[in-house]
């Protein structure tokens, strides 16, 4: 099994910033970490479908939804079994909570219990 603990959630004012972070753990059958996930964050707000924010391929290639492209960027580092999104210049629709993503290769998705993100004054 995967586990997915992400930390960082906080109450920012717009245009700050904010790192969060993901934690992974576990494996899938065979003994495959991280290095073999695709990796991503989600995002929902209230009200909302979760959508997603970012994504970043086994082999580090990425892609963001455009409305957050320039503004946020996701990293991986598989030594420390870590995944990241820096969150530049945020705005008020980026409040949400934010979902940590692995999609192992073989199949299979797991999720993160979510970190709190609120920007406000």
């Known amino acids: 099994q995967v586990q997915l603990v992400e930390s960082g959630g906080a109450l920012v004012q717009p245009g700050g910033s904010l790192r969060l972070s993901c934690a992974v753990s576990?494996?899938?059958?065979?003994?495959?970490?991280?290095?073999?996930?695709?990796m991503a964050w989600y995002r929902q707000a209230p009200g909302k479908q979760r959508e997603l924010v970012a994504g970043?391929?086994?082999?580090?290639?990425?892609n963001y939804d455009e409305s957050m492209k320039g503004r946020f960027t996701i990293s991986r580092d598989n030594a420390k079994k870590s995944v990241f999104l820096q969150m530049n210049n945020v705005k008020s629709e980026d409040s949400a909570v934010y979902y940590c993503?692995?999609?192992?290769?073989?199949?299979?998705?797991?999720w993160g219990q979510g970190t709190q993100v609120t920007v406000s004054p």
């Open positions: 993503n692995a999609a192992p290769v073989g199949g299979g998705i797991y």
């Open positions: 576990g494996s899938i059958a065979g003994g495959y970490g991280m290095e073999w996930y695709a």
């Open positions: 970043i391929s086994s082999s580090g290639k990425t």
